[in-house]
């Protein structure tokens, strides 16, 4: 091949480089777009039903009563018709972000959403400030709410009006993912800034987003909040290999004519105001308990075990029917050239576990090795697709 062919061969790589690179980049600002669109209609929804909510209990007799009642019904009838994410918990959390943010004017005469100051108006006051269209639905009001469902609900649960207002705004100015926000209500950033005697260096700082920050497109899309609010189902995993390996441990698992049986995979869960995925949820007929499996594509780590533990308490409270033992977990990480399995007892007493529990169960070393060699081929295959 001449040098001129190789010359040309390269450029045109280049170019369709570029093209490629354009087209991914157009369809993940669409993606994020659509997300952001949807959250911002979800976010005004769930302001208006909890106006609704207020308005209707205002209207009732006996208010704090009437309102646990009110709250109740329309939980089991808005489950009834429209699935999954209006257990009371969440229309409570309507209700507060209804009483907790206003939507104002701003100086330049546009509208926007915004966390209320105790010293602020009283809400009488900011519904008479509203247009009469704010009964007309959400669609009106979707453009005034610009973070996302997540962040409202991740600032609803800091205790303190100021601070939230705080993180609000800085969320809004800094263009936090969900991620930053939850980091930096996790380490006080709020108190910090406020005790600092260098603010505007203190804001700087925190406004940079670090690597672990980072919400890729996909992830955006598949917000828990979102697919809960279009009633789509969720069930996906990380990555190809972490999938493929879920997929062969369960077959493996009711393969191996153990008493296991099949209940779930990528169980969604929520504790508090935090989403979690249980990678596979079987059920062990002779033990009677639920089997909790966790699969990490990397090494074993102490929070791996507390994350399990986590698992197996809401398992245990919400997932445990009557007469069944308490459920166990398996951790496995699965990284590079090796394999660490772990069980997980739960409150279940260390000899009673070795007696009963692992007589009944796969021993730690046949599940390395079947997750070992399962890995190998399946990173085999990815590569040669």
Same mark, same amino acid.
């Given at each position: 091949m001449s040098r001129k062919t190789t010359s040309i061969i390269r450029a045109a790589s280049r170019e369709y480089g570029g093209f490629l690179t354009g087209i991914s980049?157009?369809?993940?600002?669409?993606?994020?777009?659509? %997300?952001? /669109?949807?959250?911002?209609?979800l976010? @005004?929804?769930?302001?208006e039903i909890g106006r609704r909510i207020v308005e209707h209990e205002q209207g009732g007799q006996a208010r704090a009563e009437y309102g646990g009642k009110l709250l109740e019904r329309l939980s089991k009838d808005l489950t009834a018709k429209y #699935?999954? #994410?209006?257990s009371r918990r969440n229309l409570q959390q309507m209700r507060a972000f209804y009483l907790g943010w206003e939507i104002a004017q701003t100086p330049s005469a546009q509208l926007e959403a915004r966390a209320i100051f105790p010293a602020e108006a009283s809400r009488g006051e900011?519904?008479? %400030?509203?247009?009469? /269209? !704010?009964? /007309?639905?959400?669609?009106?009001?979707?453009?005034?709410?610009?973070? /996302?469902?997540?962040h409202y609900v991740r600032i609803l649960a800091v205790g303190q009006a100021r601070a939230r207002a705080f993180y609000e705004s800085e969320a809004i100015r800094g263009g936090w993912s969900i991620r930053q926000l939850d980091r930096q209500i996790s380490t006080q950033f709020f108190?910090?800034? %406020?005790?600092?005697?260098?603010? =505007?260096?203190?804001? =700087?700082?925190? $406004?940079?987003?670090?690597?672990?920050?980072?919400? !890729?497109?996909?992830?955006e899309v598949r917000d828990p909040y979102l697919l809960e609010f279009l009633n789509l189902k969720d069930e996906y995993s990380e990555s190809d290999l972490e999938e493929a390996l879920v997929r062969h441990l369960e077959w493996f698992l009711l393969e191996l004519g153990a008493g296991f049986t099949f209940v779930a995979r990528q169980k969604r869960i929520r504790i508090g105001s935090t989403w979690y995925r249980i990678d596979l949820l079987l059920y062990h007929r002779g033990l009677r308990c639920l089997v909790v499996i966790d699969l990490?594509? #990397? !090494?074993?780590t102490h929070a791996d075990a507390g994350q399990m533990n986590l698992y197996l308490n809401y398992a245990g409270a919400h997932l445990t029917m009557a007469g069944e033992s308490d459920p166990i977990g398996i951790i496995l990480c699965s990284d590079k050239d090796d394999t660490v399995v772990r069980y997980a007892m739960s409150g279940i007493n260390a000899r009673v576990f070795a007696s009963k529990y692992l007589t009944s169960l796969p021993d730690e070393e046949t599940l390395r090795r079947?997750?070992?060699?399962?890995?190998? !081929?399946? $990173? @085999?295959?990815?590569?040669?697709?």
């Open positions: 980049t157009l369809l993940d600002d669409a993606r994020r777009a659509a %997300a952001r /669109s949807i959250n911002s209609v976010a @005004a929804t769930y302001w #699935g999954r #994410g209006f900011i519904r008479k %400030a509203q247009t009469p /269209s !704010a009964e /007309s639905g959400a669609l009106h009001w979707a453009a005034v709410f610009p973070l /996302s469902w997540s108190e910090r800034t %406020a005790r600092s005697k260098r603010q =505007a260096a203190m804001l =700087a700082r925190g $406004r940079q987003a670090r690597a672990e920050d980072a919400v !890729a497109p996909d992830e990490k594509t #990397g !090494a074993f079947e997750i070992l060699t399962t890995r190998r !081929a399946i $990173r @085999a295959r990815l590569r040669r697709e």
